[in-house]
């Protein structure tokens, strides 16, 4: 059955995929099965599958990823720092990073892999990881330590708020972000702050005849832009046929990421603290 297995996922990688994805698919399966075999001798056997997707996601990190990105993702010999990508650090939903993967980025000889929905989300999982990682290493502890969200000072991060921060261009204390202590405590609103996820962006569609149609963003690639419009229709059109502006205010947050320092943050905490 097993060897059946591995024949049809051979055969697939064969005619689906890039050699480069064949490789990957080829190497999958050994490298999480020595997880389960290998680790007994010193921890505990977890079974191979009863591995978190991160564990999965490193697995197949290490198999594929790290001679280019570096075992713990902060950069290697050819490929960046991903701790430290825009891409990475501005990806609500893992949708960016899955896309990299799947395509690659052949001019800059990064191979495109053929992995399923599952191995690209623990690999999303196992990236995610590192980020927080590499950011407690760097002194700039965002989000781990419950202890840490009582030290800031809500007056200066209302200033930051205000000033430094840009926050005020987009939210009011006394409008959207009225009450969020309320709706989020904790760690979940530091979340929340830094990184808002499911977030729709708005598009703005302008056809050939110069009629515009906007709505919520609901599909892109290169190909196709599709939206829901007001009455919540979805429609789409081919890329090539129409203009569009994609408007991601959210975006922001992924930009301010790299600037906070940790008075920054803790201070923006004990702030939002304070709207309830
Ligand atoms: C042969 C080297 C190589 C391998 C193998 C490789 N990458 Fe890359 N990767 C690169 C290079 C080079 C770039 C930067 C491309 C650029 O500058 O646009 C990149 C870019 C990326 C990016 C986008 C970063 C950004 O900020 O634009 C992600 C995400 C990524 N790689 C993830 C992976 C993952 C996950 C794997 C393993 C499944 C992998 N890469 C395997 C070389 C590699
Ligand atoms: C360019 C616009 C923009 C800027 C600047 C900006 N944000 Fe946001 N922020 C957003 C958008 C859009 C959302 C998503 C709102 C939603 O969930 O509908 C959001 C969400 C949030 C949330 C979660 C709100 C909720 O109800 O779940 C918090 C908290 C937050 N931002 C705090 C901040 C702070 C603090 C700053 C400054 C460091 C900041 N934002 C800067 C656009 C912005």
């Known amino acids: 059955m097993k060897t059946f297995l591995g024949m049809q996922r051979f055969l697939a990688g064969l005619t689906l995929a890039t050699a480069a994805g064949f490789f990957a698919l080829w190497v999958i399966e050994p490298a999480v099965h020595a997880a389960g075999s290998g680790q007994a001798a010193v921890a505990p056997a977890a079974p191979a599958h009863a591995a978190t997707p991160a564990e999965a996601g490193g697995l197949l990190f290490q198999q594929n990823c790290t001679f280019c990105h570096g075992r713990d993702a902060m950069g290697g010999e050819t490929g960046p720092d991903l701790t430290r990508s825009q ?66 000072n809500a007056e200066s991060g209302k200033q930051y708020f205000d000033g430094a921060g840009g926050c005020s261009k987009c939210h009011s204390p006394t409008g959207d972000l009225a009450g969020i202590a309320t709706r989020f405590q904790g760690l979940r609103l530091e979340e929340r702050m830094l990184y808002p996820r499911d977030v729709k962006s708005k598009v703005t569609v302008t056809l050939p005849n110069g009629q515009t149609v906007a709505g919520t963003l609901a599909y892109l690639d290169e190909f196709t832009v599709g939206l829901r419009d007001a009455n919540d229709t979805y429609r789409s059109w081919a890329t090539a046929n129409v203009k569009f502006k994609v408007d991601s205010p959210v975006e922001a947050h992924a930009e301010q990421f790299p600037k906070y320092t940790d008075a920054d943050i803790h201070n923006l905490m004990a702030y939002l603290q304070t709207l309830r």
């Open 87 to 152: 891409l990475v650090l501005g990806d609500k939903d893992g949708s960016k990073i899955s896309e990299v993967i799947r395509n690659g980025r052949i001019e800059k000889k990064m191979p495109p892999f053929a992995f399923s929905d599952q191995q690209l989300a623990s690999l999303v999982a196992f990236i995610r990881e590192r980020v927080t990682a590499a950011a407690a290493m760097n002194g700039k502890r965002r989000g781990v330590e419950v202890a840490d969200l009582q030290t800031g």
